[in-house]
């Protein structure tokens, strides 16, 4: 057994044995959709390496006073709320009617509203672009958590590895200058050190090294 299946089985058999409401129960024990998983196996786990403060099946009501289940909820305490839903492509997908249409937005709409920062991901982009749902999933949970840095890391590297984690997209040393209030030259000091412990990595550049992003393996 892998770890990630070790992990995944303990952490299911938690959520099961804590769980009192017997309509999410249920849910539990029929086992998560084929696209869940391999979000968890090939996204999710490789760059987080726990499921802590991740709920599969949570329930949530609707503006008709029912229950509606999101894929994937995301709670590191306090009031923040996540969500993540897989979405499918197949029949299922491209035969989606007007009305079905409708009610997903509705559904997006409200879990908006009700303060959920909410990300649905296409099955074809965790299996095509892990790397890229990788990078996603660090930026959702940068919205939530400063996440956890190497303790011996002066502040300004601490808030670059937060920094880079919070963003989708590589970044220059002058975006991250302009975010810590410092010299380019200082910003680029620090991008340099955080190469060469391995948490960062350039992006562009060659001689003189343009962009940099976060090192999710």
Not at 29 to 50: A, D, I, S
Not at 105 to 118: A, E, P
Request: hydrophobic letters at 40%; glycine letters at 6%; one cysteine or more.
């Amino acid at each position: 057994m892998s770890r990630f299946e070790q992990a995944y089985e303990e952490w299911m058999n938690l959520n099961i044995a804590q769980e009192e409401n017997h309509r999410r129960r249920e849910l539990l024990e029929k086992g998560l959709g084929h696209g869940t998983q391999e979000f968890l196996r090939l996204v999710w786990y490789p760059v987080v390496r726990n499921f802590h403060d991740l709920y599969p099946e949570w329930e949530v009501r609707d503006f008709n006073n029912g229950y509606r289940y999101l894929d994937l909820a995301y709670m590191p305490g306090g009031d923040v709320k996540g969500g993540i839903e897989i979405q499918g492509y197949g029949p299922h997908a491209r035969d989606l009617d007007v009305r079905r249409f409708k009610d997903l937005c509705w559904r997006y709409c409200l879990l908006s509203l009700d303060d959920w920062i909410f990300i649905p991901i296409a099955y074809l982009s965790i299996t095509d672009e892990a790397k890229r749902c990788q990078q996603l999933v660090l930026s959702f949970i940068g919205k939530f958590i400063a996440s956890d840095v190497p303790k011996n890391f002066a502040w300004l590297e601490a808030e670059t590895i937060r920094y880079a984690r919070r963003s989708l997209r590589p970044f220059s040393p002058s975006e991250l200058a302009f975010h810590l209030r410092i010299t380019d030259q200082h910003a680029r000091r620090i991008l340099h050190h955080l190469v060469e412990q391995q948490l960062l990595f350039v992006a562009s550049g060659r001689q003189r090294y343009r962009s940099y992003a976060l090192r999710t393996q």
